[in-house]
């Protein structure tokens, strides 16, 4: 089983724990420089971050609309366009979870996860320098 997050998913994360380091708002442009990042990328996902409350749009670029500590990963994660961890369907949405043996297992995991993301702030991170996990850094 892969658990990871999608490319939109650490995008937002890592937009997050930028603003939250820096203490101060940042362009879409030097976000994207600071990844890097596709300025495109940066900028829809800014708006989904915005339109949740998690950011505000200000003369001098975007900057955190909440306490880093009051934004938890799994609210980031559950946003539209965002939703999930990568790993396929929560056990809920499973359509043979009925019928499955393995689907007690399942919902473990998933309420493990969803337990562990919702214990994860941006506040916790903002100490260190924002940058993208090996794994998406180009």
Request: proline letters at 7%; charged letters at 20%.
């Amino acid at each position: 089983m892969k658990i990871g997050l999608d490319s939109n998913r650490t995008c937002g994360l890592f937009c997050l724990q930028y603003l939250a380091h820096k203490q101060g708002p940042a362009s879409v442009a030097e976000l994207a420089q600071a990844g890097p990042l596709p300025v495109r990328q940066v900028r829809a996902v800014l708006r989904s971050l915005a339109r949740a409350g998690f950011v505000e749009r200000g003369k001098a670029g975007y900057r955190l609309a909440r306490a880093p500590g009051e934004i938890r990963f799994l609210d980031v994660l559950r946003l539209p366009g965002m939703a999930g961890w990568g790993y396929g369907p929560d056990a809920e949405s499973c359509p043979l979870r009925g019928a499955c043996l393995y689907a007690p297992v399942c919902a473990a995991v998933d309420l493990a996860i969803r337990g562990a993301l919702a214990e994860v702030s941006i506040g916790d991170l903002a100490a260190e320098a924002a940058s993208l996990p090996a794994c998406i850094a180009k």
